[in-house]
């Protein structure tokens, strides 16, 4: 009985005790680890494109056009910037006709759903007109000389004269806006939700 015992606990303290590791990881240019998460292994996707900062926890440039994803995340940067400007000023300016709201969540209601679905159907139109009727993922890319964001909208010429260099920061600046602007667009909605 004091055997069992003995060896139980032999057992149970064989557990604790450290063990040493005889395999070495050989690191490969393969496994290379990610710049913004170190325990996640660096996409490949997203190598080349301005503002990569090896962040693809999920793997959606496995599975998604990288151009595509570019494409939505512009867009969508683009649309919270005007969100995050509109829901802050209309505290401060009312437009003629229209009800003054002291909560932004409720400007919506105030113009009512004509107003709202003519913005949807005007965005609906721009894209398509922008897309060249292209708007599906496997569509919208066909043009191999398409660049995502890239509308040949410059009314101000910000970006004649530019080396690749200053457009590259330019556009970078532009993707770091527009990520904190969707951050900032969630948070001012739900800070007054």
Do not use: C
Not at 133 to 153: A, H, Q
């Amino acid at each position: 009985m004091k055997g069992i015992i003995f060896a139980s606990l032999l057992s149970i303290a064989s557990a604790f005790a450290p063990t040493l590791l005889t395999q070495t990881r050989v690191g490969s240019s393969l496994d290379a680890m990610s710049q913004s998460v170190p325990f996640l292994t660096a996409p490949k996707g997203t190598k080349g494109w301005v503002g990569d900062v090896e962040f693809d926890p999920i793997g959606f440039t496995e599975w998604f056009d990288m151009k595509w994803l570019r494409e939505a995340e512009i867009k969508h940067g683009r649309v919270s910037m005007l969100a995050a400007l509109g829901f802050w000023q209309q505290q401060y300016v009312t437009l003629p006709g229209m009800t003054p709201v002291a909560d932004s969540n409720l400007a919506p209601s105030v113009v009512g759903a004509s107003a709202m679905l003519q913005i949807i159907v005007w965005m609906g139109v721009l894209e398509f007109w922008t897309n060249k009727g292209n708007v599906t993922m496997e569509t919208m890319f066909k043009d191999p000389k398409r660049i995502p964001g890239d509308l040949g909208f410059d009314p101000l010429g910000l970006a004649s004269g530019k080396s690749k260099e200053e457009m590259e920061r330019m556009q970078l600046r532009e993707l770091k806006n527009g990520r904190l602007a969707m951050l900032a667009i969630g948070g001012m909605i739900h800070h007054n939700w």
